[in-house]
């Protein structure tokens, strides 16, 4: 199994500001994934983060505003840039093994 | 593009009793795995079940069972003898491995299950 520390759990934040978010595995894993849930809503791919390379973003979400790093096979960031009230939301990092999937505890944002 | 859809928003069940979580999919790969996560208020993702595409045996663990229809792209949740602790929002998600083992996880919108006391 893995283990995942997210954090912070929930933030409140100024539009315009940015907030990054970590995900700190307790093994080496080969892809991170970052979601976006909604209030109310599923879970929305943002991106894919593979150690020493480029994100690859899923339609509808720019590297400008989702800045991600992965320096290496245990951490990953995800950073909400110039962020709006719209981007209240909880965002969660996942990654995986094989079949199985393990998810952070997401981080609930509030823009005010 | 798999899509996964779960047609009921809310339920409600009463303690004990039975429940069942209606879950259909689109896809064109053969070999594929389905999964039920449920999302308690404190946000964590827990796996309930999952069930792998070739095998024709319906998935089991403890008090949740599913109905796997493979032809009919239908992936059932049913969950016996209800508990309060059972009061989450249940997702239903699809994961291939046919482009490079992208395991990419495609999620339902969601069922929002209330048990009553």
């Known amino acids: 199994s893995a283990v995942i520390s997210q954090k912070p759990s929930r933030d409140i934040c100024q539009r315009g500001t940015s907030l990054t978010i970590q995900c700190q595995v307790d093994s080496q894993v080969t892809m991170m994934f970052w979601y976006r849930q909604q209030p109310g809503q599923s879970l929305t791919l943002i991106a894919t983060a593979n150690q020493g390379s480029e994100a690859t973003y899923e339609s509808g979400f720019v590297i400008d505003k989702f800045p991600i790093s992965r320096p290496n096979l245990t951490f990953s960031t995800l950073t909400v840039s110039n962020m709006s009230p719209e981007d209240s939301s909880i965002y969660l990092c996942r990654t995986a093994r094989g079949t199985e999937a393990f998810f952070g505890q997401g981080t609930r944002l509030t823009v005010v | 593009a798999q899509t996964v859809t779960q047609s009921q928003p809310e339920m409600s069940v009463q303690e004990a009793e039975t429940v069942t979580l209606s879950c259909t999919y689109d896809t064109s790969e053969s070999n594929y795995y389905l999964f039920w996560y449920k999302q308690p208020p404190s946000r964590q993702m827990i796996l309930v079940i999952r069930q792998e595409a070739y095998k024709q045996q319906n998935a089991t663990e403890n008090r949740f069972s599913v109905n796997f229809q493979k032809a009919a792209k239908s992936f059932s949740l049913k969950i016996s003898d209800s508990q309060l602790g059972d009061t989450a929002m249940y997702f239903c998600?699809?994961?291939?491995f046919g482009q490079g083992g992208s395991e990419k996880l495609v999620f339902g919108k969601g069922t929002k299950l209330t048990v009553n006391p």
């Open positions: 998600a699809f994961m291939n």
